[in-house]
Nanobody, 130 residues
Framework: QVQLLESGGGLVQAGGSLRLSCAASPSGRAFGMYVMGWFRQAPGKEREFVAAISRSGERTYYGDSVKGRFTISRDNAKNTVYLQMNSLNPEDTAVYYC?????????????????????WGQGTQVTVSS
């Protein structure tokens, strides 16, 4: 089991940057045993895959809408995963969720599915003004 707590959200102007953090409190299984993901959900829309990172941090995956602008990273010694968001635009406005998966067989496709993640944070609001 792992508890997740996001932080770093806020209001930013278009073109600006934010860095989200997700602090994990695992019990039993070490943080480094989880694939970590970021998802987002805008009002009236389905939850959307943003990015994911493998347990070691060697592999990263991105949704098409954020490629080249967002960077996911993790520090297993600090039990934390980050999402650096650059060149933000109003379409990035959403609640951003951190998620953890213990599935070691995730592929570049399945890592994008919310069904693969058992543990979720409460979310942090990101608002981008035009």
């Amino acid at each position: 089991q792992v508890q997740l707590l996001e932080s770093g959200g806020g209001l930013v102007q278009a073109g600006g940057s934010l860095r989200l953090s997700c602090a994990a409190s695992p019990s039993g299984r070490a943080f480094g045993m989880y694939v970590m993901g970021w998802f987002r959900q805008a009002p009236g829309k389905e939850r959307e895959f943003v990015a994911a990172i493998s347990r070691s941090g060697e592999r990263t995956y991105y949704g098409d809408s954020v490629k080249g602008r967002f960077t996911i990273s993790r520090d297993n010694a600090k039990n934390t995963v980050y999402l650096q968001m650059n060149s933000l635009n109003p379409e990035d406005t959403a609640v951003y969720y951190c998620a953890a998966s213990s599935n070691v067989l995730l592929t570049s496709s399945t890592v994008q599915s919310t069904l693969q993640y058992r543990y979720w944070g409460q979310g942090t609001q990101v608002t981008v003004s035009s």
